[in-house]
């Protein structure tokens, strides 16, 4: 029996003798944008679309739009109840919809003469319910919708709520003072300025204990303390003020001007501190504490805008529906 002579077979492997071919690098991979832990949407009521857009936070886009059959005026978001609410003006008839669902859960016909805005207050279980035409805030028991008080203020909008101390704050458009209300009873009257100087638009800095109210007859800001409920100063905008907001983590207030200016007050030191141009008529605008963010209604336009408040600037605007008069911000988690 014969055998062949075997070749070496030389294996060039590092493990086996050394090294060899230069190992090539492995790509580095893209980083995956951080997953927000609280998200939010934005409710827009469009006067004259007839309906409500729903607007994600965090792609700044109209992800639905709920259908109404009247003309949403007003809206907010009560965080006791988990419900927005939505004033139909013209039909006087109250929309509460479900934000995790973004559904119509009720319809609720309200006795009052051009139907403004809602305001529920938890600790008294009553709704604060602006009756525009008749000079009135109606007051409903919440659990069982009947009246149980009016209280007179002229042409009343608006409202906020004190959540230290429950007590109601109104700004009479045209007059000259913000009404005080505890229960269903009118406490105090703060004179914010000569008469005609119609304050309109109002928001409270439960932190600091103040109050800010937006003077569109003199184009001011009035601050007043709530503590005391005494006028403090009034800061010049250079601009008819409207819609006005808090953000509460940094002390800083924002307001709209009917020019489409966009304007920041320190709250601390009552400056102006920003402004810039968002379009040719603001309305209203809502502040996302959360994320430094702010969102204004562009009435003219049908657009929202959205502002990064760190660096002062619009960063995206989104097309919702015709005529968008209001905002309301919903937070849940991611």
């Known amino acids: 029996m014969s055998y062949n002579h075997c070749k070496r077979i030389e294996i060039n492997n590092n493990l086996i003798n050394g090294p060899g071919l230069t190992p090539q690098p492995w790509p580095t991979p893209t980083p995956e944008p951080p997953v927000p832990s609280i998200c939010g949407k934005v409710y827009v009521a469009?006067?004259?679309?007839?309906?409500?857009?729903?607007?994600?936070?965090?792609?700044?886009?109209?992800?639905?739009?709920?259908?109404?059959?009247?003309?949403?005026?007003?809206?907010?978001?009560?965080?006791?109840?988990?419900?927005?609410?939505?004033?139909?003006?013209?039909?006087?008839?109250?929309?509460?919809?479900?934000?995790?669902?973004?559904?119509?859960?009720?319809?609720?016909?309200?006795?009052?003469?051009?139907?403004?805005?809602?305001?529920?207050?938890?600790?008294l279980n009553l709704?604060?319910?602006?009756?525009?035409?008749?000079?009135?805030?109606?007051?409903?028991?919440?659990?069982?919708?009947?009246?149980?008080?009016?209280?007179?203020v002229p042409v009343p909008v608006y409202l906020a709520i004190d959540n230290n101390t429950g007590l109601i704050y109104a700004p009479a458009t045209r007059s000259n003072y913000v009404s005080v209300i505890n229960g269903s009873t009118e406490i105090a009257q703060i004179i914010v300025g000569a008469a005609g100087i119609n304050p309109v638009e109002i928001a409270l800095n439960s932190t600091t204990r103040r109050a800010y109210v937006s003077l569109r007859g003199n184009n001011s800001v009035a601050v007043i303390d709530t503590v005391t409920n005494t006028l403090i100063t009034t800061i010049t905008v250079q601009g008819s003020p409207f819609g006005i907001d808090i953000n509460p983590v940094t002390n800083k207030v924002y307001v709209t001007l009917t020019n489409g200016e966009f304007v920041e007050i320190d709250g601390l030191t009552n400056t102006v501190t920003n402004r810039i141009q968002v379009s040719n008529y603001s309305r209203a605008v809502v502040v996302d504490d959360e994320r430094n963010i702010a969102y204004v209604a562009n009435s003219n336009e049908n657009t929202v805008s959205t502002i990064d408040l760190t660096t002062f600037s619009v960063i995206q605007t989104t097309e919702v529906g015709s005529s968008p008069r209001r905002l309301a911000l919903y937070h849940y988690e991611c």
Not at 79 to 84: A, L
Not at 91 to 120: A, G, K, R, Y
Not at 140 to 152: A, K
């Open 46 to 123: 469009n006067q004259l679309g007839n309906s409500v857009s729903v607007m994600d936070t965090v792609t700044g886009q109209v992800i639905t739009t709920i259908d109404l059959n009247g003309s949403p005026l007003y809206i907010s978001y009560d965080s006791n109840t988990n419900r927005i609410f939505v004033s139909l003006v013209y039909i006087n008839e109250l929309v509460i919809i479900d934000p995790d669902t973004d559904t119509i859960t009720d319809q609720i016909q309200v006795n009052v003469t051009t139907l403004s805005e809602v305001l529920f207050n938890s600790s």
């Open 127 to 152: 709704y604060y319910v602006v009756s525009q035409g008749s000079n009135e805030i109606v007051i409903y028991d919440g659990t069982t919708f009947e009246e149980v008080g009016r209280v007179n």
